[in-house]
């Protein structure tokens, strides 16, 4: 099959969060299936210095956006396995950040049209177009009411996926011909309306083939008037045709056998000597002490729908029975401050970078005993299937991506446990899951067994990658 990825994020190239981990895995994963894919992408400033002698130029043409006329210029990247497109114009890309504009709306607009373009000025026409959030989500609007001077795009068949639905890529109904040439019917008829303007992802969901989201319990949850942040109407229109799967992650980057990054490199057969030198490893980095109870880590950002409100007053508690705790993030300003202030507290047992460094989270993977991710929401989470792959036992909140990833331990399970979870978001529901990790702690047998069920896990690529292509497959 030929597959294009259309998408505002790619890992390796320009990233702000998970979406830009699962268009890279994916494209990857399908190219080493032997599907010939390519990946269409904004090209940013930040990207220049990262493709600098690898991006060849494959010409340019004009978008036309109402009264505006702007050059896409195009150049290709071979990455190995699939090939990148990147669309250059300095007006909508030379800019310091991806998003955070007010014009973000028009911006993502000229991308869009400009993708479709692509294809036909490649002379490369996919079988499937597989558009990723607001961004791109307008695309399969654009080729099925736009139009239509040939039969180039007939036969074309459209996923989207949904990877965070709190951002809908709204603008005015004024804008819907103004940026997409595209008549105002769309917009009276409600095919492109969500409260009062016009919602790219909403278009996405209505004239996508298929639709996806990252996990199986987030496609519930989406389908429900609490967990859908909004889209509960038009997603329950399209039901049979959504579903979700399950993210992957980079079982070569994310690998503790062959790990630079780790003091001891360790599998399932040395899990136990493996994960106690790189603890030690982990305690010295962040010069903090032990004091013979388990220790704690966290990767996140430090927001408050990573559920970082409840873990710091949580922790106080088993930090005063002899835990130690490290944690690796930055975010909103307020929770910065409330874990510098748990460190002040509990200087000996307490570690924090506030950042980000890619060697100290490989090492809070492979050195704590057990990993916190008590999200409020969470569509799919990368950090618990990371922690598991170290063996690691990642502490959960039950939603989203984190209710189908992990096997919770409930007192008598550890023969398939891989994990601790729990339901009620609150201080006492994260106190009742802390109080399961002391006992399994307490019981190294029974820690080592439940930790040798989660490394055994498969996260790959492959197996997701493998349940979108016998989707794609199904639609040709």
Sequence with gaps: MKIAMVASECAHYAKTGGLADVVYALSDALGKLKEEVVCVLPYYASMRGKVTGKANYRGSFSVYMSWRKEEANVYEVDDGHFRIYLIENSYYFDRDNLYGYNDDGER???????????????????????VHDWQAAMIPCLVKEGPRFDGFYDGIKFVLTIHNPAFKGMIDRFFLN?????????YDSGKVRFEGMVSTL??????SDKITTVSPNHAKELLTPLGSQGLYGVLNLRADDFSGILNGIDTDEWNPKKDPQISCRYDKNNL??????????????????????????????????KGIDIVVPAMRKVLSQGASFVVLGNGEYALEQAFENLRRDYPDTVGIYIGYSDPLAHMIY??????????LFEPCGIGQMIAQRYGCLPIVRYTGGLYDTVEGFDGSNDEVATGIGFRDYNVEGLDYALSLSREIYADQKKYYKIAANAISLDRSWKRSASAYRKLYAGLL
């Design 108 to 130: 993502f607009a000229f991308f869009s049209l400009a993708a479709k373009q692509l294809f036909r000025h490649l002379d490369w026409k996919p079988d499937i177009i597989h």
């Design 178 to 186: 103004d940026f997409y040439g595209l008549s105002d019917e769309l």
């Design 202 to 207: 909403k278009s996405g969901i209505v004239y």
């Design 272 to 305: 136990e000597e493996g994960r106690h030198k790189n603890q030690a490893a982990l305690l010295n980095a962040f010069n903090i002490k032990y004091f013979g109870g388990p220790v704690y880590g966290l990767v996140s950002r430090l927001t408050y729908q």
């Design 366 to 375: 492979s050195g704590s005993d057990f990993f916190l991710m008590p999200s």
